[in-house]
């Protein structure tokens, strides 16, 4: 629930308390009926509108501890986009959030939507690359994940995570030159990126095979 329903929930909840003073201030003898219903309606909605707000408190922290995580492990995608477009950036990180959920095509649609706004500055357009390239590689799309950083290394060629992910994409796709050729550039831009070593290894020795 989104707090549009809590707000919906709150009118409510007035109307019936409103109702109900309505109906004891008012000349004559008090419908207990009356009174008796819109006590329990009362009780009810203030059971429900309690519920909705922990669940809106309890999905809102979880998503930050997720962001923070996220923050914390692609800080160079996630930190420096949309520093001054804060509507855009919760765009981003709701995809985000969307992709750690299994939503891809939820975040692949959100991601979309970042990418058609002609406006968006360099850092913006790779952030919204990775995680929509991401999406598609763990939905299985891997044509589509490679595109996606392939333009992404275009714009910033000296991300060695994103060439030993692409690397392993095309592995994927069982296009060892290409794989091979990801994983040596890795270890051009990053001589220490201890994974790029392994993958290469195991590149080369299948393409012997």
Not at 29 to 48: E, H, N, Q, Y
Not at 73 to 78: K, N, V
Not at 130 to 136: A, M, P, Q
Not at 157 to 169: C, F, H, I, N, Q
Request: charged content about 25%; glycine content about 4%.
């Amino acid at each position: 629930m989104r707090r549009r329903t809590i707000i919906l929930w709150s009118i409510l909840y007035a109307a019936v308390i409103i109702i109900l003073i309505l109906a004891i201030v008012l000349p004559g003898t008090p419908d207990r009926r009356l009174i008796s219903k819109g006590t329990v309606t009362l009780v009810s909605l203030t059971a429900a509108l309690l519920f909705q707000r922990h669940r809106i408190k309890r999905r809102s922290g979880n998503g930050f501890l997720i962001l923070q995580t996220y923050r914390k492990d692609y800080p160079e995608f996630l930190n420096t986009a949309y520093q001054n477009n804060r509507r855009r950036k919760k765009v981003l990180e709701q995809a985000v959030l969307d992709m750690h959920c299994d939503k891809y095509e939820k975040a692949i649609r959100r991601l979309d939507q970042l990418a058609a706004y002609g406006e968006n500055a360099a850092d913006d357009l790779i952030a919204v690359l990775y995680f929509r390239g991401l999406s598609h590689q763990l939905s299985g799309n891997y044509t589509a994940c490679a595109a996606d950083w392939e333009e992404l290394l275009r714009l910033r060629a000296a991300s060695p995570r994103v060439w030993d992910e692409l690397g392993t994409t095309y592995f994927r796709l069982d296009q060892t030159d290409d794989a091979i050729r990801c994983y040596e550039s890795c270890l051009l831009y990053d001589a220490e990126y201890v994974s790029a070593y392994g993958n290469l290894a195991t590149a080369y020795y299948l393409k012997k095979q």
